[in-house]
């Protein structure tokens, strides 16, 4: 499995900066990363806008340690329960979806990467970079368990996959589905129990 990127968001932390990017990370998630600024960052988190910048560069810089951040954390989920879920090769693809639930439990704003990457237009951007590596270890992570689980066309399966997971982050957030989740899971379990070959 390819490793998180790696960056700002990787640095040992001092207890300030840590703080900066505990208040930018919750104003990016709930305003909007064009809607907040550093003074409003640096006020709130109750340092000078030279320490934030001595810490993190610029506003770029702790815009790619939030998501740096959160990718960590969401891959740190889905090793933990790929290492707990070891005998049934199905069950282990499925585990980005059961992890899902209590994710979305606490992002009620949807998906931190999808939200960002529609205010950040420009491809060399490096919080879009981030944001495109995280979509696409995951989609790499359900080829390599479908892979090891046998399935047939594995690479057409994982884009499914993918398409079916994002779709749930989505639903949750924009159309309320509290369903979301479980109905595709349910779909995933069906497209690879369909792709395995007979026993």
């Known amino acids: 499995m390819t490793a998180p990127t790696t960056g700002a968001g990787d640095r040992r932390l001092t207890p300030g900066a840590r703080r900066i990017l505990e208040v930018a990370s919750e104003l990016f998630y709930r305003r909007g990363i064009h809607a907040v600024g550093v003074d409003t960052i640096a006020a709130e988190s109750g340092v000078t806008k030279r ?26 989920r889905i090793a933990s329960r790929l290492e707990a879920e070891r005998e049934d090769p ?27 990457f529609a205010e950040l237009p420009e491809p060399d951007h490096p919080g879009r970079q981030v944001i495109v590596a995280e979509k696409k270890w995951l989609r790499s992570l359900f080829y390599e368990l479908l892979v090891e689980a046998g399935a ?48």
């Open 51 to 76: 320490t934030l910048y001595d810490r993190f560069g610029s506003k770029d810089g702790l815009l790619v340690a939030y998501l740096e951040t959160r990718d960590r954390r969401w891959r740190a």
């Open 90 to 116: 199905v069950r282990r693809v499925l585990v980005p979806f059961d992890v899902l639930p209590e994710w979305l439990s606490e992002s009620d704003r949807g998906c931190s990467f999808i939200n960002a």
């Open 152 to 199: 047939t066309r594995p690479d057409d399966l994982a884009v499914q996959l993918l398409s079916l997971h994002e779709g749930a982050v989505v639903s949750s957030a924009i159309a309320e589905e509290s369903a979301a989740a479980g109905a595709a899971r349910s779909a995933a379990r069906s497209l690879v129990t369909a792709a395995l070959p007979a026993r």
